[in-house]
């Protein structure tokens, strides 16, 4: 294996005896990261490991969130109504692609119930503590996923991303979070929250660590021969305001990073996503979420997070007919031709979030949920509209982590992930990009 992963097919069994020490020691700070672990079969994976030959995954460590279906285990998805199904039969497409590579399972992780929530929360089995900030959430929903990488225990974390949903919490712990275009990665076995804008992806301390799992997965077509150019637009429209002091300060130091770099750096406002601003987006989650689990949702409540059953998101779909929903898609699929035809090859340049990871008791209120919920999916939510790849890299500055996000049209994902290796390069070469 290249020394550029932290990782060998060789040390795989010692490696998962250290991590499996760590849980079960139990510290306050690795809880509620996992709904269930996988440490008998793990074993067995890193003898079979250490007896591969040296490639991408043999002997990396992977979480993976519990929407995944992992032969003989329960898929529960954060929920307690499928807590009793039957257990899978097969690993998920994108999970047997892992597992074929030689990659090391620790367990299912945390997430928001459905995944319906860019914040993290689960009321059912806990909610695991952010990485960096003490009492703070871990962003979601593949809150778990994220937290088991920050905190050491993966090498990567397989999640999935409906409105940023890998790509928050990797900025609000300081990891890497790639969505990749939709088409890329089977969802089969995976259970869905929006079959129209679910895509598969991983999270891990490095670009290059989330490539490996990427073309590992991948099945579509993951470049579609064009390149990404140096260029970057900041749209000024769009995503830039209520930006938290530390993040708006961390954000022009970045881009004062990329432009010093040598790339080009223009900002000015897109049509498109002026357009995108009347786009109802929740209907997507809302609407396709009822298709998926109407029976639990009218006979199961009473299990479901009221959060996610509320009248503001699951509850919401009455609200819609099926000819306002058509339109909605009709406008989707305008929408993505049009930012093709704006953008072309060059990388949309964003915050990931606009805020720093905020409290759990702030979090108390319906009200102040639902504000922030809103506010660190709107950024984010872009890629999965106009069904684009995309990733959010850390950059520290001030004392803060946030997350730089950079997005390109569907099909360019390979020209995006080794362009995003190139700028993470620069950014943590600088010492502006400080860790203290």
Same mark, same amino acid.
């Given at each position: 294996?290249?020394?550029?992963?932290q990782?060998?097919?060789?040390?795989?069994?010692?490696?998962?005896?250290?991590?499996?020490?760590?849980?079960?020691?139990?510290?306050?700070?690795?809880?509620?990261?996992?709904?269930?672990?996988?440490?008998?079969?793990?074993?067995?994976?890193?003898?079979?490991?250490?007896?591969?030959?040296?490639?991408?995954?043999?002997?990396?460590?992977?979480?993976?969130?519990?929407?995944?279906?992992?032969?003989?285990?329960?898929?529960?998805?954060?929920?307690?109504?499928m807590?009793?199904?039957?257990?899978?039969?097969?690993?998920?497409?994108?999970?047997?692609?892992?597992?074929?590579?030689?990659?090391?399972?620790?367990?299912?992780?945390?997430?928001?119930? +459905?995944? &319906?929530?860019g914040?993290? =929360?689960? #009321?059912?089995?806990?909610?695991?503590?952010? $990485?960096? %900030?003490?009492?703070?959430?871990?962003?979601?929903?593949?809150?778990?996923?994220?937290?088991?990488?920050?905190?050491?225990?993966?090498?990567?974390?397989?999640?999935?991303?409906?409105?940023?949903?890998?790509?928050?919490?990797?900025?609000?712990?300081?990891?890497?979070?790639?969505?990749?275009?939709?088409?890329?990665?089977?969802?089969?076995?995976?259970?869905?929250?929006?079959?129209s804008?679910d895509?598969?992806?991983?999270?891990?301390?490095?670009?290059?660590?989330?490539?490996?799992?990427?073309?590992?997965?991948?099945?579509?077509?993951?470049?579609?021969?064009?390149?990404?150019?140096?260029?970057?637009?900041?749209? +000024?429209? &769009?995503?830039?305001?209520? =930006?938290? #002091?530390?993040?708006?300060?961390?954000?022009? $130091?970045? %881009?004062?990073?990329?432009?010093?770099?040598?790339?080009?750096?223009?900002?000015?406002?897109?049509?498109?996503?002026?357009?995108?601003?009347?786009?109802?987006?929740?209907?997507?989650?809302?609407?396709?979420?009822r298709?998926?689990?109407?029976?639990?949702?009218?006979?199961?409540?009473d299990?479901?997070?009221?959060?996610?059953?509320?009248?503001?998101?699951?509850?919401?779909?009455?609200?819609?007919?099926?000819?306002?929903?058509?339109?909605?898609?009709?406008r989707?699929?305008?929408?993505?031709?049009?930012?093709?035809?704006?953008?072309?090859?060059?990388?949309?340049?964003?915050?990931?979030?606009?805020?720093?990871?905020?409290?759990?008791?702030?979090?108390?209120?319906?009200?102040?949920?639902?504000?922030?919920?809103?506010?660190?999916?709107?950024?984010?939510?872009?890629?999965?509209?106009?069904?684009?790849?995309?990733?959010?890299?850390?950059?520290?500055?001030?004392g803060?982590?946030?997350?730089?996000?950079?997005?390109?049209?569907?099909?360019?994902?390979?020209?995006?992930?080794?362009?995003?290796?190139?700028?993470?390069?620069?950014?943590?070469?600088?010492?502006?990009?400080?860790?203290?």
């Open positions: 294996m290249s020394d550029q992963f990782w060998s097919s060789k040390s795989a069994t010692s490696r998962l005896s250290a991590v499996k020490q760590r849980v079960l020691e139990d510290p306050p700070e690795l809880r509620n990261i996992f709904t269930q672990t996988f440490f008998t079969e793990a074993f067995e994976q890193a003898k079979k490991a250490e007896a591969m030959p040296d490639s991408a995954l043999a002997g990396a460590l992977i979480s993976i969130k519990d929407l995944f279906d992992v032969k003989g285990h329960v898929t529960k998805a954060g929920t307690r109504f807590a009793t199904d039957p257990l899978a039969k097969s690993d998920a497409t994108a999970i047997a692609k892992l597992r074929q590579a030689g990659a090391v399972f620790l367990g299912h992780t945390n997430m928001t119930e +459905l995944a &319906y929530s914040l993290g =929360l689960n #009321p059912h089995y806990g909610t695991p503590e952010n $990485a960096l %900030v003490d009492g703070a959430i871990p962003g979601g929903s593949t809150s778990g996923g994220a937290v088991s990488v920050a905190r050491g225990l993966a090498d990567i974390a397989i999640g999935t991303d409906t409105g940023g949903s890998l790509r928050i919490p990797a900025a609000f712990n300081g990891i890497v979070g790639f969505k990749p275009s939709q088409s890329t990665v089977s969802v089969a076995g995976c259970k869905p929250l929006s079959r804008l895509s598969i992806g991983p999270m891990a301390n490095s670009v290059s660590a989330c490539a490996a799992a990427y073309k590992t997965m991948a099945t579509g077509n993951q470049s579609n021969g064009n390149d990404v150019t140096r260029e970057f637009v900041v749209p +000024l429209n &769009y995503g830039l305001d209520d =930006l938290e #002091p530390k993040v708006a300060e961390g954000f022009e $130091a970045a %881009v004062k990073l990329i432009q010093n770099s040598g790339y080009t750096v223009i900002e000015t406002d897109l049509d498109v996503l002026e357009a995108l601003k009347s786009l109802p987006i929740w209907q997507f989650s809302s609407i396709e979420s298709a998926e689990y109407d029976e639990a949702y009218q006979n199961q409540r299990l479901m997070d009221p959060r996610v059953a509320g009248p503001t998101r699951m509850g919401r779909a009455n609200e819609v007919n099926a000819v306002e929903y058509r339109k909605t898609l009709n989707r699929a305008a929408l993505i031709e049009q930012y093709k035809s704006e953008l072309g090859a060059r990388v949309l340049l964003m915050p990931t979030v606009p805020i720093l990871p905020p409290s759990f008791d702030s979090m108390e209120s319906d009200e102040e949920y639902g504000r922030v919920n809103l506010q660190v999916l709107r950024n984010p939510s872009i890629a999965n509209v106009m069904d684009c790849c995309s990733i959010s890299i850390p950059f520290h500055h001030g803060s982590a946030i997350g730089i996000m950079l997005t390109a049209v569907a099909g360019h994902d390979l020209s995006l992930l080794n362009f995003a290796e190139e700028v993470h390069g620069h950014l943590t070469g600088s010492g502006t990009n400080d860790k203290g």
